[in-house]
Protein backbone atom coordinates (compact mmCIF):
# COMPACT_ATOMS: atom_id res chain seq x y z
CA UNK A 1 0.00 0.00 0.00
CA UNK A 2 1.52 3.49 -0.92
CA UNK A 3 2.24 5.70 1.90
CA UNK A 4 2.26 8.95 -0.18
CA UNK A 5 -0.01 11.45 0.75
CA UNK A 6 -1.31 14.63 -0.72
CA UNK A 7 0.97 16.58 1.24
CA UNK A 8 4.03 14.86 0.12
CA UNK A 9 2.73 15.03 -3.60
CA UNK A 10 1.76 18.89 -3.29
CA UNK A 11 5.41 18.74 -2.42
CA UNK A 12 7.05 17.20 -5.08
CA UNK A 13 5.56 19.06 -7.68
CA UNK A 14 6.71 22.07 -5.89
CA UNK A 15 3.56 24.55 -7.26
CA UNK A 16 4.13 24.24 -11.23
CA UNK A 17 1.57 24.65 -13.46
CA UNK A 18 -0.08 21.48 -13.96
CA UNK A 19 2.25 20.13 -11.43
CA UNK A 20 -0.21 17.39 -10.25
CA UNK A 21 -0.91 15.12 -13.17
CA UNK A 22 3.26 15.43 -13.61
CA UNK A 23 4.46 14.36 -10.64
CA UNK A 24 2.16 11.26 -10.42
CA UNK A 25 3.52 10.47 -13.43
CA UNK A 26 6.79 11.02 -12.44
CA UNK A 27 6.65 9.11 -9.65
CA UNK A 28 4.48 5.70 -11.57
CA UNK A 29 7.25 6.33 -13.56
CA UNK A 30 9.77 5.25 -10.74
CA UNK A 31 7.60 2.07 -10.24
CA UNK A 32 7.32 0.71 -13.42
CA UNK A 33 11.09 0.92 -13.37
CA UNK A 34 11.26 -1.15 -10.31
CA UNK A 35 9.36 -3.53 -11.91
CA UNK A 36 11.80 -3.71 -14.68
CA UNK A 37 14.81 -4.04 -12.18
CA UNK A 38 12.29 -6.80 -10.26
CA UNK A 39 12.01 -9.00 -14.20
CA UNK A 40 15.69 -9.17 -14.68
CA UNK A 41 15.61 -6.90 -17.98
CA UNK A 42 18.19 -4.23 -17.24
CA UNK A 43 21.00 -6.94 -16.81
CA UNK A 44 19.89 -8.25 -20.29
CA UNK A 45 20.57 -5.00 -22.08
CA UNK A 46 17.57 -2.89 -21.59
CA UNK A 47 19.06 0.98 -21.01
CA UNK A 48 17.58 3.86 -20.30
CA UNK A 49 17.41 6.90 -22.26
CA UNK A 50 15.54 10.13 -22.94
CA UNK A 51 14.33 13.18 -20.97
CA UNK A 52 13.20 10.90 -18.09
CA UNK A 53 16.33 9.14 -17.52
CA UNK A 54 17.82 12.56 -17.38
CA UNK A 55 15.56 14.12 -14.50
CA UNK A 56 15.92 10.72 -12.88
CA UNK A 57 19.56 9.92 -13.00
CA UNK A 58 21.35 12.96 -13.78
CA UNK A 59 19.08 16.42 -13.48
CA UNK A 60 17.04 15.94 -10.39
CA UNK A 61 14.51 18.33 -9.78
CA UNK A 62 16.35 20.65 -11.97
CA UNK A 63 15.45 18.33 -14.87
CA UNK A 64 11.89 18.77 -16.53
CA UNK A 65 9.16 16.36 -15.54
CA UNK A 66 8.75 13.95 -18.89
CA UNK A 67 5.63 12.33 -19.51
CA UNK A 68 7.63 9.48 -21.59
CA UNK A 69 9.68 6.42 -20.58
CA UNK A 70 12.67 5.83 -23.51
CA UNK A 71 14.80 2.92 -23.41
CA UNK A 72 17.20 0.90 -25.87
CA UNK A 73 15.92 -2.82 -26.14
CA UNK A 74 18.03 -4.59 -29.67
CA UNK A 75 16.53 -7.65 -30.82
CA UNK A 76 12.89 -8.24 -30.89
CA UNK A 77 12.87 -10.42 -27.33
CA UNK A 78 13.77 -7.88 -24.88
CA UNK A 79 11.08 -4.96 -25.95
CA UNK A 80 8.38 -8.15 -25.82
CA UNK A 81 9.62 -8.99 -22.10
CA UNK A 82 9.77 -5.75 -21.19
CA UNK A 83 5.94 -4.79 -22.45
CA UNK A 84 4.78 -8.06 -20.45
CA UNK A 85 6.65 -7.26 -17.07
CA UNK A 86 4.76 -3.98 -17.45
CA UNK A 87 1.12 -4.79 -19.07
CA UNK A 88 -1.17 -5.69 -15.84
CA UNK A 89 1.47 -5.11 -13.04
CA UNK A 90 1.11 -3.05 -10.06
CA UNK A 91 2.93 -2.20 -7.69
CA UNK A 92 1.94 -0.59 -3.56
CA UNK A 93 -1.17 0.94 -5.99
CA UNK A 94 0.37 2.25 -9.02
CA UNK A 95 -0.68 0.06 -12.09
CA UNK A 96 0.40 -0.12 -15.74
CA UNK A 97 -1.34 -1.29 -18.74
CA UNK A 98 0.06 -1.08 -22.17
CA UNK A 99 -2.29 -0.12 -24.84
CA UNK A 100 -2.19 0.98 -28.68
CA UNK A 101 1.11 -0.77 -29.84
CA UNK A 102 2.28 0.16 -32.84
CA UNK A 103 2.88 -2.06 -35.46
CA UNK A 104 6.83 -2.90 -34.90
CA UNK A 105 5.95 -3.91 -31.21
CA UNK A 106 8.02 -1.16 -29.83
CA UNK A 107 6.16 2.11 -28.54
CA UNK A 108 2.75 2.51 -27.54
CA UNK A 109 0.21 4.17 -24.66
CA UNK A 110 1.15 3.75 -21.34
CA UNK A 111 -1.87 3.83 -19.23
CA UNK A 112 -1.14 4.30 -15.39
CA UNK A 113 -3.79 4.27 -12.57
CA UNK A 114 -2.33 5.43 -8.74
CA UNK A 115 -3.97 5.57 -5.50
CA UNK A 116 -4.77 9.58 -5.98
CA UNK A 117 -6.49 9.34 -9.93
CA UNK A 118 -5.28 8.49 -13.38
CA UNK A 119 -2.91 10.97 -14.84
CA UNK A 120 -4.77 13.43 -17.13
CA UNK A 121 -1.86 13.43 -19.19
CA UNK A 122 -0.64 11.12 -22.32
CA UNK A 123 2.28 8.94 -21.56
CA UNK A 124 4.33 6.66 -24.03
CA UNK A 125 6.50 3.98 -23.58
CA UNK A 126 9.30 3.31 -26.18
CA UNK A 127 12.46 1.00 -27.48
CA UNK A 128 14.70 2.19 -29.95
CA UNK A 129 16.16 -0.85 -31.68
CA UNK A 130 19.60 0.45 -32.65
CA UNK A 131 22.08 -0.71 -29.87
CA UNK A 132 24.20 2.17 -28.19
CA UNK A 133 27.37 2.91 -29.60
CA UNK A 134 28.89 3.63 -26.02
CA UNK A 135 28.62 2.04 -22.81
CA UNK A 136 26.28 2.89 -20.31
CA UNK A 137 26.53 4.75 -17.10
CA UNK A 138 25.44 2.43 -13.98
CA UNK A 139 23.77 5.49 -11.98
CA UNK A 140 22.01 5.29 -8.79
CA UNK A 141 18.88 7.70 -9.02
CA UNK A 142 18.67 11.41 -7.63
CA UNK A 143 17.79 10.80 -4.46
CA UNK A 144 14.59 12.96 -3.88
CA UNK A 145 12.63 13.58 -0.55
CA UNK A 146 9.53 11.94 -2.41
CA UNK A 147 11.47 8.46 -2.54
CA UNK A 148 11.32 8.00 1.24
CA UNK A 149 7.92 6.90 0.88
CA UNK A 150 8.48 4.31 -1.41
CA UNK A 151 8.58 0.79 0.29
CA UNK A 152 11.67 0.06 -2.37
CA UNK A 153 14.34 1.48 -3.71
CA UNK A 154 15.23 1.85 -7.85
CA UNK A 155 18.19 0.02 -7.92
CA UNK A 156 21.27 1.18 -10.00
CA UNK A 157 20.47 1.47 -13.50
CA UNK A 158 22.10 1.27 -16.99
CA UNK A 159 21.55 5.18 -18.60
CA UNK A 160 22.81 6.44 -21.72
CA UNK A 161 25.84 8.15 -21.64
CA UNK A 162 25.80 12.20 -21.58
CA UNK A 163 27.78 12.09 -24.94
CA UNK A 164 25.44 9.76 -26.21
CA UNK A 165 22.62 11.91 -25.37
CA UNK A 166 23.73 14.57 -26.87
CA UNK A 167 24.26 13.36 -29.72
CA UNK A 168 20.76 11.81 -30.17
CA UNK A 169 19.60 15.01 -29.34
CA UNK A 170 21.26 16.85 -31.81
CA UNK A 171 20.52 14.55 -34.50
CA UNK A 172 16.43 14.69 -33.82
CA UNK A 173 16.96 18.74 -33.43
CA UNK A 174 18.79 18.80 -36.78
CA UNK A 175 15.22 17.44 -37.92
CA UNK A 176 12.39 19.02 -35.82
CA UNK A 177 12.66 22.23 -33.43
CA UNK A 178 11.35 20.71 -29.81
CA UNK A 179 11.51 23.10 -26.71
CA UNK A 180 12.32 19.91 -24.83
CA UNK A 181 14.86 18.84 -26.43
CA UNK A 182 16.70 22.54 -26.20
CA UNK A 183 15.69 22.33 -22.09
CA UNK A 184 18.04 19.36 -21.86
CA UNK A 185 20.87 20.66 -24.55
CA UNK A 186 20.75 23.65 -22.08
CA UNK A 187 20.85 21.37 -19.21
CA UNK A 188 23.71 18.96 -20.64
CA UNK A 189 25.85 22.62 -21.78
CA UNK A 190 25.36 23.85 -18.27
CA UNK A 191 26.40 21.00 -15.90
CA UNK A 192 29.23 18.77 -15.92
CA UNK A 193 31.69 18.55 -18.36
CA UNK A 194 31.11 16.69 -21.72
CA UNK A 195 33.82 15.13 -24.94
CA UNK A 196 33.04 17.56 -27.36
CA UNK A 197 34.64 15.77 -30.06
CA UNK A 198 32.86 12.66 -29.32
CA UNK A 199 29.91 14.40 -29.68
CA UNK A 200 30.29 15.46 -33.04
CA UNK A 201 31.43 11.55 -34.53
CA UNK A 202 28.53 10.42 -32.51
CA UNK A 203 26.08 13.44 -34.15
CA UNK A 204 27.49 11.97 -37.09
CA UNK A 205 26.76 8.25 -36.55
CA UNK A 206 23.02 9.07 -35.09
CA UNK A 207 22.24 11.02 -38.32
CA UNK A 208 23.36 8.82 -41.10
CA UNK A 209 21.35 6.04 -38.90
CA UNK A 210 18.22 8.34 -39.01
CA UNK A 211 18.76 9.07 -42.73
CA UNK A 212 19.68 5.63 -43.75
CA UNK A 213 18.41 3.32 -41.71
CA UNK A 214 15.12 4.68 -40.72
CA UNK A 215 14.37 7.28 -43.33
CA UNK A 216 14.39 9.99 -40.79
CA UNK A 217 15.24 13.45 -42.61
CA UNK A 218 17.37 14.41 -45.74
CA UNK A 219 20.90 14.18 -46.98
CA UNK A 220 23.32 15.97 -47.07
CA UNK A 221 24.89 16.40 -43.43
CA UNK A 222 25.51 20.19 -42.88
CA UNK A 223 26.67 21.58 -39.30
CA UNK A 224 23.73 24.29 -40.40
CA UNK A 225 21.59 22.06 -39.85
CA UNK A 226 22.10 22.62 -36.09
CA UNK A 227 23.58 26.08 -35.74
CA UNK A 228 21.51 28.05 -37.85
CA UNK A 229 20.20 30.70 -36.17
CA UNK A 230 16.53 29.88 -34.60
CA UNK A 231 14.25 31.94 -31.93
CA UNK A 232 11.24 31.15 -29.73
CA UNK A 233 8.89 31.13 -33.00
CA UNK A 234 10.69 28.02 -34.26
CA UNK A 235 9.24 25.94 -31.53
CA UNK A 236 6.06 24.04 -30.57
CA UNK A 237 4.82 25.68 -27.65
CA UNK A 238 3.23 21.87 -27.17
CA UNK A 239 6.67 20.53 -26.67
CA UNK A 240 7.54 22.79 -24.16
CA UNK A 241 6.53 19.97 -21.56
CA UNK A 242 6.37 20.33 -18.06
CA UNK A 243 9.07 22.40 -16.82
CA UNK A 244 10.46 23.04 -13.18
CA UNK A 245 11.52 26.69 -14.19
CA UNK A 246 9.78 28.75 -17.09
CA UNK A 247 11.13 28.29 -20.47
CA UNK A 248 13.37 30.62 -21.99
CA UNK A 249 13.86 29.46 -25.17
CA UNK A 250 15.62 33.07 -26.80
CA UNK A 251 17.70 32.52 -23.93
CA UNK A 252 18.92 29.13 -23.97
CA UNK A 253 19.66 28.93 -27.86
CA UNK A 254 22.10 31.94 -27.68
Known amino acids: MSRITEGHLVRHY ?15 Q ?20 GGTALRKFRAGNSGRFSTDLDFTAPGDDLPLAALEALDGAGLDGFSFAV ?7 RR ?9 ERPNLGAKIEFARHRLSLTPDVLDPIRLPIH ?3 DFTVPPTPVIRTEEAIAEKLARFRRVSLAR ?10 NGIMNEPLVRRLWVLKVYRDVVADGRGTPPIEPDDILAARTSSDFRPEDIGYLTKPARIDEWIA
Open 14 to 28: QGAKGGRDAALLDIA
Open 108 to 116: GDLRIETPF
Open 148 to 150: SRY
Open 99 to 105: ENLGDDG
Open 181 to 190: DLYDLQWYAT
Open 30 to 49: DHALFLLHQAGLFNQGLVFK
